[in-house]
């Protein structure tokens, strides 16, 4: 598939340098660079015109790279950004950089945030005045407790990573056994939020299953495909190309897939 067939977006990936200052205890601290450069001849030799760059937890709210990479290539890319309840920021000169919405990197926290403090609440109201959206990274354990205080504070929802489903997430024909899947449903079906189809090979065999219960519960139109390149923690083990073998295996129906892999992430990131 090219984008001569499909208009393929890649929704998730990374770029970085090892001149970025690290966050103290990262999850993560790569010891090479994954450049706007590579990331390009990455999109280019896969025939993918279009790319989202997100922001990455190692970094915290160092964002300067990611905002001078996007604002160099609007043509190409967006991009989302870290940002910390009660710092100031000025969300208007980043959106002109082609900044669209905030990370929250909670993935691997001991313990999660009290989203709903002041501080909280301002951060979330000034992401809805710029119609951007929140992109939510955490083990789908969490999700049912979020997503309702997410929705009331009034941006866009973005989940991460099918909601990181842990192994034992299995879906019964009801499927009532996975908490983080039927509330990712729910919001979506109130229409708040959208799905990242990404990271199935951290994930492992639950990825196929969740994948194929939102798409039978919701349809196609609130997925995106996404590579989450370079495959942080997982260097060299996947090849780029695996992370669309793997979505276009379980999509035989064509307009399914112009949507997902694409269409879905223009709409959203690009107009």
Known sequence: MTQAVIPLVDSHAHIFTRAMPLIANPRHAPKYDFTLQDYLAQLDNHG??????????????????????????????????????????????????????????YIGLAQLPDITTADYRKLLRDIADQDWHVHLHVEGRHIQALLPLLEKSGPKIVIDHLGRPAPDDRLSPGRERSAGFRAIVDSVRRGKSWIKVSCGYRIGEIAKEHFRGFLSELGPERLFWASDCPFVGHENEFPYAATIDWLAEQLPDAEQRRMIFGANALEFYFD
């Open 48 to 105: 993918i015109r279009h790319g989202v760059i997100a922001a990455a937890s190692p970094w915290g709210d160092y964002n300067d790279y990611t905002m001078q990479s996007v604002g160099a290539t609007l043509d190409r890319l967006r991009g989302t950004v870290i940002l910390h309840p009660g710092k100031t920021y000025d969300l208007a000169a980043m959106k002109k950089q082609g900044i669209v919405g905030v990370r929250l990197p």
